[in-house]
Structure formats: C-alpha cells, structure tokens
C-alpha cells in the first residue's frame, strides 16, 4: 500500500463537491480505499476523505478507537456514497481537528445521533447509527465530501486554537457554558 500525499487547506480539491463512486468494485477503488486507510492510520488520524488525497470522489475512511469513542472501537471502516441524516435535534459542541488544517484545533457544533447509508467495497448496501465522537467522525468527514471544513461549521473563532494553546480554549469554552 502507498502513503497519499494530504491536501491543505488552500487546494481547490477541498472546496469542491464530490462525484459519486460509479462502481465501488473496481480494483482502483479498492487500492484507493487501502491507501487512504494507510495514510489516515500513519498521519495519525481517526477519519479521512478522498477529497483530502486530492482524489474528488465520496468516500471516507474512519477508524475510532474505544478511548475516543467512549466505548467501543470502531474498527477501520470505508463507507462509499455515504449519505447521513441527524437523529433528533441534539447539538454537541467539541473540538475537532483535520489532517488538511495540521496544528489547529476548533470547537464546532454537531449532531450528538446520526444516521448513516453507504456502500461497502463489495458493492453491499450499508447502514447503521452513530453517536458520539463516532458521530463527530463521520459529518467531518461527510462535510469534506461536499466542500466543507471545519471552520466553515463554527460559530465562533474566538474558539480556534493551535493545538499547544487549545486547553485555553477549553476553558473559555467551560467559562462560557457556565454563564
């Protein structure tokens, strides 16, 4: 497998929406598919998208260990043509960092439930409900697929960090949830 080069913010393939995965079958999908997972492991990282390999098709790559998922491991997962829906209207606020915004960190409302479609490599409908940190993986990664970053999300940048400063950050964050 082969280690991708990243895409930083600033390169068009991150402001574009994504074209659909025609067949996910297709060998160059599948080495597409393991490179990804190998440079989101090696980065380290708990999601990527294609977009953020300069590779403009919808799929993701996850992989959330128990210790941040708040329970179990998600083992490494790749959802192609994913589409996602919120369960309820529960909003959770947490930090979030990307591979294609390296040294900073932002606090960015999410749904606290979603629910996910997509297609495996095999070509099988897939589907399930996440929550959680699980959760907060999957619309990042969602939102690359449609031109989207993290910082577009925020509703204040006052709560934008390099990650040395970003325990300030928390507890301004702490200090205003309190008012």
Known sequence: M???????????VLRARAEPVRDPTDPEVRRLAADMLDTMLDAPGVGLAAPQVH?????????????????????????????????GDEMELGFEGCLSIPGLRGVVPRHARIRYR????????????????????????FDHLDGILYIDRMPDLRFLAF?????????ALRALKEE
């Open 163 to 171: 990650n040395e400063e970003a325990s300030h950050v928390a507890e």
């Open 118 to 141: 997509a297609i495996d490599l095999e070509g099988r409908p897939l589907e399930g409900e996440a929550q959680g940190f699980h959760a907060r993986v999957i619309q990042h990664e």
């Open 55 to 87: 590779r403009s098709v919808r799929m993701i790559t996850l992989h959330v260990p128990a210790d941040r998922s708040g329970g179990d491991t998600v083992s490494p997962t790749v959802l192609v043509n994913p589409e996602i829906e919120a369960v």
């Open 2 to 12: 082969a280690l991708l080069k990243i895409a930083r913010m600033g390169h068009p």
